[in-house]
């Protein structure tokens, strides 16, 4: 029987059929996730009407199809989209108010020491 690990993950499994989808040549896949994670994807997949076995094989149907990951894969970005345009703006404000633009760490300091 399969059940939780004694870490704080769970022990996760899936079975899978081979490349020509038969019911006589089922694989087992095993890994280890976070509960946290497993109980929050367990909750979306009961709400679109799936257990984790069968929403792991729709991601490796979709896989095999597409052969690629079916999502795309990035990096998040630190700012969102419109904190950047704030940034953004407030930096062409700032050049356009005659901003004061300095070169060093030293000059930046001399800027703000005479501004006391």
Known sequence: MWGKSNVSGVNVFAAFSDQH?????????????HEDLERDAEEVFQNLGLDSATAIRVFLRKVVATRSIPFTLEEEPFFSAEEEDEILAAAEEARGNGGIRTNTLEETQAVLDSMK
Do not use: P, R, S, V
């Not at 989808?21 to 996730?33: F, W």
């Open 21 to 33: 989808y038969t019911l006589d040549a089922m694989q087992t896949i095993l890994g280890k996730i």
